[in-house]
């Protein structure tokens, strides 16, 4: 990493400790008292030990001075706990600051941001690259503000002591901030290749754990348990560089402070040995002064070590906040301007397109020109080859992607409208069922808590979901367990679909809403849609043919344009690519199977898998 990089990895770090202004402010202050607090106690035991060696004072005729040191340990006891606390909350406080605006940068990036790291690196980076910044702010910042303040008056009343232990202090303190800032910067590097190394460890053993099923039906379990294995020694590694970097970080601050007292603890030695006859401001070095001087040097390079240790905060946080703040500056996909309020005026909402054209953050285009309309209550399906553009243009049609060209809902232009509020009229079923750890009703309530158990069975009746829940021990509020276990895929979608009718949209979009599911679960959604199509516009991007059929209009898509539209007999008869889709979806509707699309077999035959694609 170039030294301005890391400058402005730096710069970017300091400005979010500013939401928690406050606890920084108050960490600090109770360092720098805490240090007050320790030149006192130094001063206190030097007074006691010269009181009782050079004038025979009792333990009675110290009384006052024992309490005081006493109460000073105390106080410097509470003081030491309260700047934990506060330190605690200063890291925690702006950790938190930090995922939150980590989150809401997720939801305007849109999906094509999302689809430029997996879920293993979006888990690593919102957890263990955030969790690495917490010593950061709650120890390196405000001992940053305590060394700006505690040496200089450190030195100044060792000056006042005794000029050449001043010496001694002002020359030796350069020594161990310079030998940090080498072995830092290099722990800084270090670090960030760590980061890395474990985002593609936790991408790499997550997507594994999501498909063990299929390696274990492809008999090939052990060979990536080795690759697990393999991955995690090479983390190993790079971890165990850091740790080199920052135990030779502390060995190197320990020497150099180790010195820097021997260095003291000479010259007072050889001067009440009168080898030494100077920097006593023309008065005998006393016992007191000596004693003062000598407790009062390993406090003070003891401030120099400490933030040694948390230099290495720094570099953890240089190392990590390098992807983030990468992140931070990625383009807003949804940051506008003066959105209007979006209220629907019908129940029954239009949807028009004009030269619609999405593109990609590469600037692959995505969809091209298409210009289309849905009448209010009509219900419309797309189709077309795979990667022809249905998915692009649902999400598009949702507010997720940025386009050019015009898309009215409802008379108003979606880039226009405030988002949130367009969504309290739309509803949206993918072809994967999104199901959270919790309940039956909780996952139908998702997003509309507010709706009592009445309106969660009404919904999973509408959505012929009441055969399967009411065999379960606690009804709608039986867990469904991670990644609901206890559902089959039809059985889940059912649900997912509950949870998209219990909103009451007035305008759906599908997207391959029945895809992976059986002839029983997917003939079931298919009624559910067709009593609820009457209340909505619908827009259903399929494969399926009795979807097509029952449909109003049919928009033909292939790589990204729109090819033909119309009704299904019109297409049948005018679009040379539909006919070649519809004899392959013929045939394999036959055998329960659904090839990619783009497959087009010979109308009425079937292919069969040859012995290598059965293997």
């Known amino acids: ?336 301007k003066n959105q209007r309020s979006f209220t629907a005026s019908s129940q029954l909402l239009m949807l028009t397109c004009e030269n619609l054209t999405v593109k990609a953050p590469d600037g692959t285009v995505l969809l091209n020109d298409i210009s289309f309309s849905i009448q209010p209550g009509e219900f419309v399906t797309i189709t077309g080859p795979s990667g022809g553009g249905k998915s692009t243009l649902i999400r598009t049609l949702l507010g997720f992607y940025v386009y050019e060209g015009s898309i009215i809902i409802d008379g108003q232009e979606l880039r226009d409208i405030n988002l949130q509020q367009y969504h309290k009229y739309v509803g949206w079923l993918n072809q994967s069922p999104s199901l959270i750890h919790g309940s039956v009703a909780d996952n139908v309530r998702l997003g509309v808590e507010t709706l009592d158990d009445d309106a969660v069975n009404e919904a999973l009746k509408q959505a012929y979901a009441t055969e399967f829940v009411e065999k379960m021990a606690d009804g709608i509020h039986t867990p469904l367990g991670e990644n609901a276990s206890r559902l089959s895929v039809g059985q889940a979608q059912r649900i997912t679909l509950a949870r998209t009718l219990i909103r009451k949209g007035q305008l759906i979009f599908l997207d391959e809403p029945t895809a992976n599911l059986d002839k029983k679960s997917e003939q079931l959604i298919n009624d559910s849609l067709q009593n609820y199509k009457k209340h909505c516009t619908m827009l259903m991007a399929t494969h399926k043919i009795s979807q097509m059929e029952a449909a109003d209009n049919i928009l033909l898509l292939d790589q990204g344009k729109l090819i033909a539209s119309g009704s299904l007999s019109t297409l049948k008869t005018t679009s040379t690519l539909f006919k070649a889709l519809w004899n392959t979806w013929q045939t394999f509707e036959h055998y329960n199977q659904y090839p990619p699309a783009e497959t087009k077999p010979p109308a009425g035959k079937f292919i069969p898998l040859s012995h290598e694609d059965k293997s």
């Open 1 to 336: 990493m170039d030294k301005q990089k890391e400058k402005q990895i730096y710069q970017w770090l300091k400005k979010q400790a500013k939401p928690a202004a406050k606890w920084f402010s108050l960490t600090s202050l109770l360092g720098i008292f805490n240090g007050f607090l320790m030149i006192a106690q130094a001063g206190l035991l030097a007074r006691i030990i010269s009181l009782i060696v050079m004038h025979n004072y009792t333990y009675r005729q110290m009384l006052n001075i024992m309490i005081a040191l006493l109460i000073v340990l105390i106080v410097k006891a509470c003081v030491q706990w309260l700047r934990e606390l506060c330190s605690f909350q200063l890291g925690k406080q702006v950790c938190q600051q930090l995922r939150k605006k980590l989150l809401d940068k997720i939801a305007t990036v849109g999906p094509l941001g999302l689809n430029q790291k997996t879920t293993g690196q979006w888990v690593i980076l919102i957890q263990e690259n955030i969790s690495q910044m917490h010593d950061f702010y709650a120890r390196y910042l405000p001992h940053l503000r305590i060394m700006s303040i505690l040496p200089l008056v450190t030195i100044i009343i060792a000056f006042c002591c005794n000029w050449a232990a001043g010496c001694i202090f002002l020359i030796t303190t350069p020594l161990i901030p310079f030998f940090m800032v080498i072995v830092g910067n290099k722990a800084a590097e270090a670090n960030r290749k760590n980061f890395q190394v474990l985002a593609d460890l936790g991408h790499y053993f997550l997507d594994r754990l999501q498909g063990l099923a299929t390696l274990r039906l492809l008999n090939r379990s052990k060979k990536e348990s080795s690759n697990i294995a393999s991955a995690a020694e090479n983390f190993r590694v790079h971890t165990m560089r850091v740790l080199r970097l920052a135990f030779l970080s502390s060995a190197v601050l320990e020497f150099f402070a180790s010195v820097s007292v021997a260095l003291t603890a000479v010259y007072l030695g050889m001067t009440y040995l009168d080898y030494l006859n100077f920097g006593t401001w023309g008065q005998p070095l006393t016992l007191f002064i000596g004693f003062f001087l000598l407790l009062l040097a390993p406090e003070f390079y003891n401030t120099f070590r400490e933030l040694g240790t948390h230099y290495h905060a720094r570099a953890q946080a240089i190392g990590a906040g390098d992807t983030v703040m990468d992140f931070f500056s990625t383009p807003e996909i949804f940051h506008r």
